[in-house]
Structure formats: structure tokens, C-alpha cells
């Protein structure tokens, strides 16, 4: 079992940054790969980055490459978020995912996981 706690988000202005942060629990967390994905109003959950188990694979959606830069930190059962030069359509919640083996599926377009955190608020004002 794995529970996920996101946090650092907020309301920042166009241009502006902010470093989201999912803290994770469970015994075999550092064998899974994480995910971070949004959700706006109204629009379907869509995959944002992925980072391999090890750390040493990432992958982005287009639209946030060269912005956002995800990170992990297994000695303290932690996934990050790096997000700037932000812009008002990244307004969403932004929800922390975890499942082993699901680097390749997220980056072939698969949106599942085996869990899920609750999500934090980023409001990008224009």
C-alpha cells in the first residue's frame, strides 16, 4: 500500500513559479515510478511528467517541456514538481500518481495508476 500527499501549490501570477511536492509512504515506494498529471475544470486528467523508479528517466507533455522539471529524492519518499515561467492554462489540480512499471504506459499515452494522491490547487493568474 502506498499513500500520497501533495502539497505547494497556490495562487502565483503569469511568469511566476512553483515547486509541488509529493510525499510518499510504503515500504516498496522506491520501486515505483511516479507521475505527477492535472485536471482542469471541466476537461479530462492529463498526463504532465513521469520519472522513472531510479530516477534516471524523465518524460513531459509537450506543452510543459523545457519548464517543469521532475525530480524525486528516495531517501526522503519524495517526488517534485519544478514549475515555471508558468502560464494561466497550467491552472488545474495537480495530482501525484504511483505504480511500478508504469514509466513506458504513461510515456505511450496510458493514464492509469495504482494510486493516486489528493491533489493541490495551482492558480495561474494572467
Known amino acids: 500500500q502506498v499513500q500520497l500527499v501533495e502539497s505547494g501549490g497556490g495562487l502565483v501570477q503569469t511568469g511566476g513559479s512553483l515547486r509541488l511536492s509529493c510525499a510518499a509512504s510504503g515500504r516498496t515506494w522506491g520501486y515505483y515510478d511516479m507521475g505527477w498529471f492535472r485536471q482542469a475544470p471541466g476537461r479530462e486528467r492529463e498526463f504532465v511528467a513521469a520519472i522513472s523508479w531510479s530516477g534516471g528517466s524523465t518524460y513531459y507533455v509537450d506543452s510543459v517541456k523545457g519548464r517543469f522539471t521532475i525530480s524525486r529524492d528516495n531517501a526522503r519518499y519524495t517526488v517534485y514538481l519544478q514549475m515555471n515561467s508558468l502560464q494561466p492554462e497550467d491552472t488545474a489540480v495537480y495530482y501525484c500518481?504511483?505504480?511500478?512499471?508504469?514509466?513506458?504506459?504513461?510515456?505511450?499515452?496510458?493514464?492509469?495508476?495504482?494510486?493516486w494522491g489528493q491533489g493541490t490547487q495551482v492558480t495561474v493568474s494572467s
Open positions: 500518481a504511483a505504480t511500478p512499471g508504469s514509466y513506458s504506459t504513461w510515456r505511450n499515452g496510458g493514464r492509469e495508476s495504482n494510486y
